[in-house]
């Protein structure tokens, strides 16, 4: 759940960190607004998601993340690498510190910036044109769903750079392509397009690059056609289901059910 104590954070904040946030009734938008970077990201820009997340109305049922211009996003932003850091002053300088932990503490706050995403009480669309390399790439895998153009390319690059992939991308890559796959993707650091994308499952839907934004509409309003209620139950069941014995989750479905019937129909109301 978003904390309701949150502030909203200010549009200027939002653009600082290279991020814009559109809001309309249920659906909200989440660009990554740095195009002359191809939305290259800095910790301003996954610190400024994690606000997002946080601060997130009610209302929102589904969220929508895409990039501007030709690149969903070029990953992180290299220039942290060098001496003086990225616009804003983000630099990779010292990042290990001499505290593992508290060095552990400063990339759990980044990987907030992705985490909120799986929230059952929204549906995240990553909306991919063009490259989604490395913290783009797991930013996409943190959505629940994907849909691309028909020019989108993923690569995990990280293991390139000598870093692993750790905003949480890991994961719902296993969870996707399977073992053997993930290890392959990441550990040649190539390149998948959208074709390849499609058959190992890490895209929901292909569609021309100019229909990107209306295939993404069409999703959106489908996935607000159901119950609300429903929606939340429904998803927060199937994140389990991976995890849980089939008795596991045969009672889970029972607990979820008694919920919906109780709202729908009063505490007296029976299957
Ligand atoms: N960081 C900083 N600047 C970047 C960038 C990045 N990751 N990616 C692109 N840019 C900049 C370019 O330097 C270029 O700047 P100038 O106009 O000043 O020259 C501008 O964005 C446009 O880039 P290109 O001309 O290269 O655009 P393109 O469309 O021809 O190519 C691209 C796009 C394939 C994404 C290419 O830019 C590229 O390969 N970028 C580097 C990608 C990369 O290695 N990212 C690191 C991923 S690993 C990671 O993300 C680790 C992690 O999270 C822990």
Redesign the pocket.
């Known amino acids: 759940m978003a904390d309701p104590t949150a502030s909203r954070p200010e549009a200027g904040e939002l653009a600082d960190a290279g991020l814009r946030l559109d809001v309309d009734g249920p659906v909200a938008t989440v660009t990554l607004n740095r195009p002359?970077?191809?939305n290259?990201?800095t910790f301003a820009m996954w610190r400024g998601l994690a606000r997002i997340g946080e601060s997130l109305p009610e209302p929102v049922r589904v969220v929508v993340v895409r990039g501007a211009g030709?690149?969903f996003s070029?990953?992180?932003?290299?220039?942290m690498f060098e001496r003086g850091g990225a616009e804003g002053g983000d630099s990779f300088a010292g990042a290990a510190g001499d505290d593992p932990a508290d060095a552990e503490r400063r990339i759990a706050e980044l990987q907030a910036g992705y985490t909120w995403l799986r929230r059952p009480e929204i549906v995240s669309i990553a909306a991919v044109q063009?490259?989604a390399?490395?913290?783009?790439f797991?930013l996409a895998l943190a959505c629940d769903l994907r849909v691309i153009a028909d020019d989108a390319r993923f690569c995990m690059?990280?293991a390139a750079?000598g870093?692993v992939?750790?905003?949480t991308g890991t994961k719902p890559l296993v969870d996707i392509v399977g073992l053997p796959r993930a290890i392959e993707l990441c550990l040649t650091a190539r390149t998948v397009h959208a074709d390849e994308a499609a058959r190992l499952g890490l895209a929901e839907l292909v569609v021309p690059a100019a229909e990107l934004d209306g295939a993404v509409r069409d999703l959106a309003a489908a996935l607000l056609a159901v119950h609300p209620g429903a929606a939340v139950a429904t998803k927060r069941l199937l994140r389990q289901a991976p995890h849980n014995t089939l008795e596991q989750q045969a009672a889970a479905e029972r607990r979820e059910q008694v919920g919906r019937l109780k709202e729908l129909f009063g505490s007296g109301g029976a299957a």
Do not use: C
Request: proline residues 7%; charged residues 25%; aromatic residues 0%.
């Open positions: 002359e970077r191809r290259a990201m030709p690149s070029a990953g992180i932003d290299l220039s063009g490259h390399i490395g913290g783009g797991q690059k990280e750079l870093l992939p750790d905003l």
